[in-house]
């Protein structure tokens, strides 16, 4: 298991060093300036982009980025005057964080539930309104969702605020829209391999023992059924975790997601790079933890990787 | 080994679950402040939302600026003097001004009672901080190009003369003298733009030290100052109790929150999260139809595409007359939105004149008619009768909904009118303004709201070296009429010069193809009266507002 965790640092590391490469020159790439608006003049638009440095030649900047990255400066913006990008990360990172964390775990209890649900009942009408509803569930982008829950108990029904994340109700609407998806997701997981699970032989001989149905259910089967749902819930919760960026903006959320896409609109490289970062160090982290896990949970692919 | 790991797994769950609520708990500490509460007087104290652009730029006039600057601005800085609606001179920080005979040397008397919100007396040497530090490149100053008409500022800022040297000296605490390379006639209307702006020298030393959005060394000379700042979420102004004219304020507090888009906005005003959603789009015209809220206002601006004189055939003014003249403007507004009005002019619609009071562009004919069939005869002479032989031109334009609208009208008009093919081109904003630059175009959008309020904001761009002409016009002709009508001081024929150069290339040139002017959609909630608008740029101005039973 050291090896091999081992192995994968070493994997998440080299990943880490190509995004950030390939993000460099991508957003070098791009046409149009950081300091580029509507009406400055060309004089300023220079002036500005030699104090910056930009006039340098790309790969001097990259070098420059790169020995400033090892030693974990990650710059300063280039819109937002005088803000380190490190003091935007972890001004931003908070809400996201909250908002991806509560909406996975609303994800993963709904889903769960609803999926030994649609396994386990006979009547034929739940089962064909879960269906449905995990069609919809999946089918339907979450910053539609996010309108139509906006329009519907903002707009409509005035019950929730939709803008800003000022106070604890402001953070209904925009879980909701973000757990959909992964509550979908998850309850059709958990009931193809809850079905799958209910004819093995030790459920079998579970019951014939005499345990109780929720016994059986929640010792038994819902251990090893749990194994796909956590592959799932690893990689949804870093892409979570890292910012919805629709979402985000529909509801004006200040986290990540929002200042990603202003970032891009607005050409300020640092801040693109350093969000790049963040996140893919978010995602790598996570992915890896989750292996690690389910390396732990099952002996066979613990048993693989020897 | 398998224990361990489990204690790990259980820790792990543990401090997740920890900083789930915690974090959600973060986010409730907010709730008491002020951003959510509207204009119904909750505790009965005056205060209004208004809602804003998302977060673009400092506070420091002198910093770099953009959108987030312009609101705050609005209500909590004193510029020395500015016009009104009726084109009257507004004193602000100055109370008085003199210029010499040339029009070189402007001399501005400070408000002896005008002081800063802790206090401290508002002094010329605020004013020349401002100018001195956005004279720095690396202030990042959007707008430092406009302090270059006062002596010496061009050489400061390329680094080649002293910050020292610069033409604006304090003659004493209140007395501010500025002295201008050559005369400037509408230098007045120069002094609403941040640069002129002042900050204060006990606070306001370098640009990047964020003093600009820190409530205690942000101090304003306005009718409001900051209070508090949140980041992408919301700012809270009150009022200055020390402002000059701190009587005439109504309101006790304005909070403007950041809104990413338009449409989050107007959902905002409907669930009354906001009092005030400005620049919205023109559909909520026909959803608010008749009711009270909704505000239109005039923008000063010209919508126009860019015909590059360096791509064939687009040099023969034949052709750029001929397009002009087949484009069916008051057809286009129709399909883009009642927020545009057709307009054959380069000048914007509403600007005004200050002599007379009217708007600038009425007072001379317009500088051509549509004519489809002089349109068609003129393709013809040019060599392409009927439109045969005629190349394939590309548009480009930025991918914003009444771009695209206006990009496919005109393609369809040109290809009925005159049987030319257009290939349209969206692009993102920032490409595009990238391209334009470059000249990389056959034909291009552009659009042009006034930084002040004089026609020179216009007829400067198309001169032979000026920043925005990228397609290639150099006319000496024009650029000696427009010289002359800078420096002419008697306002009359300074506007026949005026009119006479925007005839020329617009009328008789053709040099740009002026498709509308824009119109504002904003909500507003009917209680709340005394809102203006800025002249130079329409936007809107709530320093004076109440709320009204």
Request: glycine share 6%; net charge negative; with cysteine.
């Amino acid at each position: 298991m050291f090896g091999y965790t081992c192995k994968r640092v070493f994997i998440g590391i080299l990943s880490l060093f190509v995004l950030v490469t390939a993000a460099f020159f991508l957003t070098r790439m791009m046409p149009g300036s950081p300091f580029q608006t509507g009406n400055v003049s060309e004089s300023v638009l220079t002036s500005m982009e030699e104090e910056y440095g930009l006039n340098e030649p790309v790969f001097k900047q990259y070098a420059t980025y790169l020995s400033n990255l090892m030693h974990g400066d990650l710059g300063i913006s280039f819109k937002k005057p005088g803000v380190r990008v490190s003091e935007v990360i972890t001004r931003a990172w908070p809400a996201t964080a909250a908002l991806g964390a509560l909406a996975i775990v609303l994800a993963a209890v709904v889903g769960t539930l609803l999926g030994i649900w649609q396994a386990s009942t006979k009547k034929r009408l739940v089962k064909g309104g879960i269906f449905f509803s995990t069609m919809l569930g999946t089918g339907i982008p979450n910053f539609v969702i996010a309108l139509l829950l906006m329009l519907f108990f903002g707009v409509k029904l005035k019950l929730l605020p939709i803008a800003g994340l000022t106070g604890a109700e402001n953070y209904i609407l925009p879980v909701v829209s973000l757990a959909v998806y992964p509550a979908a997701v998850i309850t059709r997981l958990m009931r193809n391999t809850f079905q799958e699970e209910m004819n093995r032989d030790y459920v079998v001989l579970a019951k014939a023992k005499g345990l109780s149905w929720r016994r059986t259910a929640v010792t038994h089967i819902l251990k090893n059924a749990w194994i796909p749902v956590l592959n799932y819930i690893g990689p949804a919760a870093a892409f979570l975790m890292t910012g919805s960026f629709v979402v985000e903006s529909v509801f004006t959320i200040p986290g990540l997601g929002r200042e990603f896409v202003n970032s891009i609109e607005n050409r300020d490289y640092t801040l693109i790079l350093g969000l790049t970062i963040f996140m893919g160090v978010t995602v790598i982290g996570i992915n890896l933890l989750t292996d690690l896990l389910c390396a732990w949970l099952d002996p066979r692919v613990r048993r693989a990787y020897r | 080994m398998k224990n361990r790991l489990k204690k790990v797994l259980c820790s792990l769950i543990t401090v997740s679950l920890c900083s789930t609520l915690f974090l959600g708990g973060c986010g409730k500490q907010g709730k008491d402040s002020a951003a959510g509460k509207t204009a119904d007087g909750e505790n009965g104290k005056k205060e209004i939302v208004v809602a804003t652009n998302s977060e673009t730029g400092g506070l420091d006039p002198a910093g770099m600026i953009a959108l987030t600057y312009l609101s705050y601005s609005v209500s909590a800085l004193d510029e020395l003097l500015t016009y009104n609606e009726k084109g009257e001179i507004d004193y602000r920080a100055a109370e008085s001004y003199e210029v010499n005979d040339d029009s070189t040397v402007w001399t501005f008397h400070l408000r002896k009672e005008a002081v800063w919100s802790d206090g401290t007396p508002v002094t010329a040497a605020d004013f020349i901080n401002t100018m001195v530090r956005s004279l720095d490149p690396k202030s990042g100053n959007g707008y430092a190009n406009y302090l270059f008409p006062v002596k010496n500022a061009e050489a400061i800022y390329n680094g080649e003369a002293d910050a020292g040297t610069l033409g604006a000296k304090a003659l004493d605490d209140y007395t501010l003298e500025i002295a201008l390379d050559k005369p400037c006639v509408y230098f007045l209307d120069l002094l609403r733009l941040p640069v002129y702006t002042p900050s204060c020298v006990k606070y306001a030393d370098a640009v990047d030290s964020g003093w600009d959005k820190d409530p205690k060394t942000s101090v304003a000379n306005g009718p409001f100052y900051l209070a508090e700042y949140v980041p992408e979420q919301y700012f809270v102004l009150k009022k200055n109790e020390k402002y000059w004219n701190a009587d005439k304020v109504k309101l006790d507090q304005i909070t403007y929150r950041f809104f990413d888009d338009q449409q989050s906005m107007a959902s905002a005003y409907e669930t009354g999260e906001v009092d005030v959603a400005p620049a919205l789009q023109s559909s909520v015209m026909d959803l608010y139809q008749g009711k009270d809220d909704l505000v239109i206002t005039d923008t000063i601006a010209t919508r126009y595409i860019y015909p590059n004189l360096n791509v064939k055939p687009l040099d023969d003014v034949r052709v750029r007359k001929a397009i002009n003249l087949a484009i069916d403007r008051e057809e286009l507004c129709k399909m883009v939105g009642d927020d545009t009005e057709p307009t054959v002019n380069f000048i914007a619609k509403y600007m005004k004149d200050k002599q007379t009071g009217g708007y600038f562009v009425d007072e001379a004919e317009p500088p051509f008619k549509e004519n489809l069939k002089e349109a068609k005869k003129l393709l013809a002479d040019a060599g392409y009768p009927d439109g045969k032989g005629f190349p394939k031109l590309t548009y480009n334009y930025p991918s914003l909904e009444m771009d695209s609208d206006t990009a496919q009208v005109v393609q369809e008009q040109l290809k009925q009118n005159l049987n030319i093919d257009i290939e349209l081109n969206a692009q993102e904003l920032q490409v595009n303004y990238t391209e334009r630059r470059a000249g990389n175009f056959d034909l291009c959008r552009m659009n042009w709201t006034a930084d002040f309020a004089d026609p020179y904001t216009y007829l400067s761009m198309l001169l032979s070296n000026s920043t925005y002409n990228c397609s290639g016009i150099h006319d000496e002709k024009y650029d000696a009429l427009v010289e002359q009508s800078d420096t002419e001081k008697d306002p009359a024929k300074r506007a026949e010069l005026m009119h006479e150069a925007e005839k020329l290339a617009v009328g008789e040139e053709f040099y740009i193809i002026p498709l509308y002017s824009m119109k504002s959609c904003n909500l507003i909630r009917p209680t709340i009266k005394g809102i203006t608008q800025i002249p130079a740029t329409g936007a809107l101005e709530y320093r004076y507002a109440e709320i009204t039973e």
